[in-house]
């Protein structure tokens, strides 16, 4: 027999109130209506499907079998729904975000799962670039948001907001070389075996940059490619790690260790792209909201008084940006 999907609706309906009445009004309906439609469903499939009383009504074994299989038809009528309607709806160029390997543990994949949650019609691209990329490609109207680290991005001309937290620290396996100290410096640290990220990320190249040439001789274990990696390895004893704070789940049999030196104390900025009048403020700010509330639930995820924030630039997005800055000398 074929089934009328409203009718099976107010099956439902009616199952889940135990009650006719109750079931007629969710569907807007007058009682002898659904009464009807009840009786002819109960008339195509051959058996009773209700066992009617004085307080209600409530499914028999058959009845219970076809609110089941109701349940399902529905639910997969509605994904049918919006996976055609998907095509009917005009095609919108996605959004841009960029961002540094330490935002991309677990900050921006926290932010994005919850945006597009919230936006089924809004698509984003997530691209990983170094800051003074990131600062250049904004300023260009390349991309809408960009995730930085303040230090390389203050004075380039942009909207920038303080988003959270950066610092790097140094971590070992619990008990180990790091237990009972505070804080050390690199100097220490670099008199012990190291893991690290490998050469073309963004915190290998942050820390080469800041040692300059008279760093201290490592001697690097192994290089891995993503922070969780780097965190199972200095876990497991393999050789200390600096990784940024954000990456240590505070509940981890970790000894953590402040990074001693000045270049350890940064912030993450959000910075937003000069865009066109064309595009899309609404998604863009939303986008923004998710990403301020993902820092907010990070441990540790407030700029620390110590880490030389200062006051950030307040340019709109569509201000010219400054011929001074990074994002015009290409730096």
Same mark, same amino acid.
């Given at each position: 027999?074929?089934?009328?999907?409203?009718?099976?609706?107010?099956?439902?309906?009616?199952? &889940?109130?135990?009650?006719? #009445?109750? *079931?007629?009004?969710?569907?807007?309906?007058?009682? =002898?209506? !659904?009464?009807?439609?009840?009786?002819?469903?109960?008339?195509?499939?051959?058996?009773?499907?209700?066992?009617?009383?004085?307080?209600?009504?409530? =499914? #028999?074994?058959?009845?219970?079998?076809? !609110?089941?299989?109701?349940?399902?038809?529905?639910?997969? #009528?509605?994904?049918?729904?919006? /996976?055609?309607?998907?095509?009917?709806?005009?095609? #919108?160029?996605?959004?841009?975000? $960029?961002?540094?390997?330490?935002?991309?543990?677990?900050?921006?994949?926290? /932010?994005?799962?919850?945006?597009?949650?919230?936006?089924?019609?809004?698509?984003?691209?997530?691209?990983?670039?170094?800051?003074?990329?990131?600062?250049?490609?904004?300023?260009?109207?390349?991309?809408?948001?960009?995730?930085?680290?303040?230090?390389?991005?203050?004075?380039? *001309? $942009?909207?920038?907001?303080?988003?959270?937290?950066?610092?790097?620290?140094?971590?070992?396996?619990?008990?180990?070389?790091?237990?009972?100290? &505070?804080?050390?410096?690199?100097?220490?640290?670099?008199?012990?075996?190291?893991?690290?990220?490998?050469?073309?990320?963004? %915190?290998?190249?942050?820390?080469?940059?800041?040692?300059?040439?008279?760093?201290?001789?490592?001697?690097?274990?192994?290089?891995?490619?993503? %922070?969780?990696?780097?965190?199972?390895?200095?876990?497991?004893?393999?050789?200390?790690?600096?990784?940024?704070?954000?990456?240590?789940?505070?509940?981890?049999? $970790?000894?953590?260790?402040?990074?001693?030196?000045? +270049?350890?104390?940064?912030?993450?900025?959000? !910075? +937003?792209?000069?865009?066109?009048?064309?595009?899309?403020?609404?998604?863009?700010? !939303? $986008?923004?909201?998710?990403?301020?509330?993902?820092?907010?639930?990070?441990?540790?995820?407030?700029?620390?008084?110590?880490?030389?924030?200062?006051?950030?630039?307040?340019?709109?997005?569509?201000?010219?940006?400054?011929?001074?800055?990074?994002?015009?000398?290409?730096?």
């Amino acid at each position: 027999m074929r089934y009328d999907l409203d009718d099976l609706r107010l099956f439902l309906h009616v199952v &889940t109130e135990g009650s006719i #009445t109750a *079931g007629a009004r969710r569907m807007h309906l007058s009682l =002898p209506s !659904a009464s009807a439609r009840v009786r002819s469903l109960e008339h195509h499939a051959g058996v009773d499907l209700l066992v009617r009383g004085r307080r209600g009504v409530r =499914p #028999t074994p058959a009845g219970a079998t076809l !609110a089941r299989h109701a349940r399902e038809v529905l639910a997969q #009528t509605a994904r049918l729904e919006s /996976a055609v309607a998907s095509y009917s709806r005009a095609p #919108t160029a996605p959004l841009t975000l $960029l961002c540094g390997g330490s935002a991309m543990h677990r900050l921006v994949p926290r /932010a994005l799962a919850s945006f597009l949650l919230a936006h089924p019609d809004v698509d984003v691209t997530l691209r990983e670039c170094r800051t003074p990329r990131t600062v250049r490609l904004l300023a260009d109207g390349e991309a809408d948001l960009g995730v930085v680290v303040d230090d390389e991005a203050r004075d380039c *001309g $942009l909207r920038l907001e303080p988003l959270g937290d950066d610092s790097l620290v140094v971590i070992g396996q619990a008990d180990g070389v790091l237990a009972g100290r &505070t804080s050390v410096t690199y100097s220490e640290v670099a008199e012990h075996p190291l893991v690290g990220l490998d050469a073309n990320s963004s %915190l290998h190249r942050w820390i080469e940059k800041h040692l300059g040439p008279h760093a201290p001789a490592v001697r690097h274990r192994t290089s891995v490619v993503g %922070l969780g990696a780097l965190v199972e390895l200095a876990a497991a004893g393999v050789g200390l790690a600096v990784v940024p704070r954000r990456a240590v789940d505070p509940d981890r049999g $970790l000894d953590v260790c402040e990074l001693r030196e000045p +270049w350890a104390r940064r912030a993450h900025l959000l !910075a +937003w792209g000069v865009k066109g009048t064309d595009h899309r403020p609404e998604a863009v700010e !939303a $986008l923004a909201d998710h990403l301020r509330r993902a820092a907010g639930a990070e441990p540790d995820s407030r700029v620390r008084p110590d880490s030389r924030v200062r006051p950030y630039s307040r340019v709109r997005p569509d201000s010219p940006v400054p011929s001074n800055s990074p994002a015009q000398q290409g730096t």
